[in-house]
């Protein structure tokens, strides 16, 4: 099964109801999933020990009316779409430097069902030596905002001698990926961490901690998990890396 019929499969518990209605115009997910690939492939540059660099930042110009009918949706679609794009990255071979990315934006110049996408190169945020190493341009002015309670982790890395530093990262997308893989939200340079280690997902008013089969392991108040609720205070240790998730009282 190709990379295109998978996203069509995941859509199809989404594609109804409501959701459906929303794609009665011409604009369709499966159109914008094939120009997501051929932007990469357009976009590909080798770059030094043969890496195949693309965009791992993707905006989609839609009409205004669209925009309307997809903001509800929105978050779901660039997640799924976001999916897509790293599915077709391993297929292909290409490399990310930073978190792949895809938001809306409406634009008053294209009409109901027309659309165009412009991508970018973006770095994500690393933890290395007891820093966290953030990018010149992480979410883009106008996109995704903090979650309500300020959902945050502090991050710690124990390193041999030396005093452990805690570092703050905010939490302030939908989905957040943690991992050693430079296509992850927060890269965590730590031998015991996988490439895809897990995630940290906000399920309405929930925060939820999610292993992805990782070899190590993740765990949760010293409790080896494969998913949980994160409540203010709950101490995640990945690897080397601990990272305590703070809230808020809203």
Known sequence: MGVIQRFERRLEGMVEGAFARAFKSELQPVEVASAVQR???DRAAIVAQGRTLVPNDFVVEISQQDGQRLQVYADSLSQELANLAREYAKEQGYSFVGPVRVRFENAGDLATGMFRIRSGVIRGSTVEGGEIRRPASDVPPGGRGAFGGHPRLLVTTALE???ATQRTYEINTP????GRGTDCDLRLVDPGVSRHHAEI???GPEIVLVDLGSTNGSFVNGQQIRRVTLVDGSRVTMGRTTLVFRRDRE
Not at 175 to 178: N, R
Request: negative net charge; charged residues 40%; glycine residues 8%.
């Open 39 to 41: 932007e990469m492939d």
């Open 161 to 163: 001698g030396a005093d």
């Open 175 to 178: 989905v957040t990926l943690l």
């Open 201 to 203: 997902r906000v399920e």
